[in-house]
């Protein structure tokens, strides 16, 4: 259902909707503008201070070793996650960050336990609190984790604890995958494999897995085209 048949019903609704929607657009561009000074301004801030100012052909150098691959896939982010978040949501989650690991599959959850749609005016709202509310829970875990630091330094330090944390973001990323993967195997099957076969051929692609995204999620996007129109035939012929 599009967002202008849901509000089509209620002239006041609508233009509460648009009122809401212009607020979320000047905020977030505006603290977006304000995170990014931050987060550039902060080496000059810190070498002001202490007298020792960053080597702008050095910062520059390091940054076309890298930032090429890093924009694109920062282009690729924006466009695949905003349609899934809104713009609340997608203001927020990229202000945040950590998006695929928490932000995405918080959203992801809370909108389907209330059955919204993409692009609706429901989903706009519950991927704006469900995100929200994953902020200000990182906020207080790291909080309460930095406080409990060193109490907990010799059992975070324990060599009984090191294989596990060696592998916390395979498991992390493996269990949050299954949930995808789950609803076709088929289809995620061969993405996967196809993957994991160039990776053993081409074992320094690994260093370039957010620009290797780009043909990973054209190949399972074409994919699901391709059955999609097998299925669309199928029904026409029934």
């Not at 990014?36 to 810190?46: D, E, M, N, R, T």
């Not at 596990?164 to 395979?170: C, E, Y």
């Amino acid at each position: 259902m599009s967002e202008k048949m849901i509000l089509s019903d209620s002239p006041e609704k609508q233009k509460a909707y648009e009122a809401y929607m212009k607020t979320t657009h000047t905020l977030g561009r505006l603290v977006s503008v304000v995170t990014l000074a931050l987060l550039v301004g902060a080496p000059f801030v810190i070498g002001s201070v202490l007298g020792a100012m960053p080597d702008l052909g050095a910062a520059g150098r390091g940054f076309l070793s890298v930032g090429l691959v890093w924009t694109v896939s920062s282009v690729v982010e924006y466009l695949v996650y905003t349609p899934m978040l809104g713009a609340g949501g997608s203001y927020l989650a990229f202000i945040t960050g950590n998006l695929i690991n928490m932000k995405i599959p918080c959203a992801m959850n809370a909108r389907e336990l209330v059955d919204a749609k993409s692009g609706t005016p429901e989903n706009e709202v519950i991927s704006t609190l469900s995100i929200a509310a994953s902020s200000l829970v990182t906020i207080v875990v790291l909080a309460v984790g930095v406080a409990l630091l060193i109490p907990l330094r010799p059992v975070l330090e324990s060599p009984e604890l090191q294989p596990a944390f060696a592998n916390v973001v395979p498991a992390l990323f493996g269990a949050m995958a299954y949930k995808y993967f789950r609803k076709d195997l088929r289809l995620a099957l061969i993405p996967f494999a196809a993957m994991a076969i160039l990776f053993m051929f081409v074992p320094s692609l690994t260093s370039s897995t957010s620009f290797m995204i780009i043909p990973a999620g054209a190949l399972a996007i074409g994919l699901a085209w391709i059955k999609y129109r097998r299925n669309r035939k199928g029904e026409t012929k029934a």
